[in-house]
């Protein structure tokens, strides 16, 4: 049910957003994330934090505190655990050195507001409504005992603060935390959430 209230909640803020008057002006993003993995992801698949993460938004204004857009990326988990006997879907088992590996590339229609246009330091929220693309792989040994990839359901709401690099800069630095919703389902897992901060560099876009 709370998946169901972020995905709502993202939904509802990309639908207030299009109400607002246009102002006309795109702004890129890109940042670096690092991302911990919740849930059945974190207790069946990888349990350890991802530091290998880019994400890029591009956002078009249509006031001063809202603008719309898209948000693309990518976020590779991995562990590899110790050997040990492990029985396989056919009954029979193997000793072997077991490797998983995800990688989730977002593909997420994006709405920001911004609690303040003005000062050192400005708040933003964000919510982004979409999929994710996921690479799912697992191996025993150097062999592929897994290869799935899937378009799976994903909503991503997020907190952080802009920071100019002067006062009359429209370029600066993002700060920013967020949790991402990833519906999987596939024998023990059913979900691929996490948690995640990002920093990078905000900056307006123009001819």
Do not use: C, H
């Not at 977002?106 to 050192?120: C, D, K, Q, S, V």
């Amino acid at each position: 049910m709370r998946s169901y209230k972020i995905i709502m909640l993202s939904a509802l803020l990309l639908t207030v957003a299009g109400s607002y008057a246009q102002k006309g002006e795109f702004r890129g993003t890109a940042s670096y994330s690092a991302a911990m993995p919740l849930g059945s992801f974190k207790e069946n698949v990888v349990s350890k934090t991802s530091f290998r993460g880019v994400d890029i938004n591009l956002l078009y204004g249509i006031s001063d505190k809202v603008s719309v857009g898209f948000t693309t990326g990518y976020q590779d988990f991995y562990e590899k655990y110790p050997r040990q006997v492990y029985k396989l879907s056919d009954g029979s088992d193997v000793s072997a050195v077991i490797s998983n590996s995800v990688q989730q590339i977002p593909l997420l229609a994006t709405a920001r507001y911004n609690f303040m246009t003005e000062g050192a330091i400005r708040p933003y929220a964000l919510a982004g409504i979409g999929g994710n693309l996921v690479l799912n792989r697992q191996f025993l040994g150097e062999y592929t005992n897994d290869n799935t990839s899937r378009f799976a359901l994903s909503a991503r709401p997020e907190l952080g603060v802009f920071i100019p690099f002067g006062k009359e800069s429209e370029t600066g630095i993002n700060v920013g935390a967020y949790y991402n919703y990833v519906r999987y389902n596939k024998g023990d897992i059913d979900n691929m959430n996490s948690v995640g901060i990002r920093l990078g560099i905000g900056f307006p876009m123009r001819n």
